[in-house]
C-alpha cells in the first residue's frame, strides 16, 4: 500500500496516511476538510526497490526454513537408518 502525503488548504496543515489507492482516505485530522492527496516519494522508493510485500518475504522465508529442515530430517534418518 502506497503512503499519501495531504496538505489541507483552509488549515495549512500536512500528515501521510497509508492506504490503498481506491480508498477515499485524506480528511483533515485538525479541520475535517479534505486535503490535496499526492504519493509520498517514499512510498515510491519502496516499490521501486523490492515489489514484494513484508508478509510475503516473511512467508518466502519461513517455507525456506521448512525445506532445510525436511532435508536435515531426511539426512538424519538415512546417517541413523531410522
Do not use: F
Amino acid at each position: 500500500m502506497p503512503i499519501y502525503e495531504y496538505s489541507c488548504e483552509p488549515c495549512s496543515n500536512k500528515w501521510k496516511e497509508l492506504h490503498g489507492s481506491d480508498d477515499k482516505g485524506g480528511k483533515c485530522p485538525d479541520c475535517g476538510v479534505y486535503g490535496k492527496r499526492s504519493l509520498s516519494t517514499n512510498s515510491i522508493i519502496i516499490a521501486a526497490s523490492d515489489s514484494t510485500t513484508p508478509g510475503q518475504r516473511i512467508e518466502k522465508h519461513i517455507e525456506q526454513v521448512r525445506e532445510s529442515v525436511k532435508q536435515d530430517i531426511q539426512e538424519a534418518r538415512k546417517e541413523y537408518k531410522i
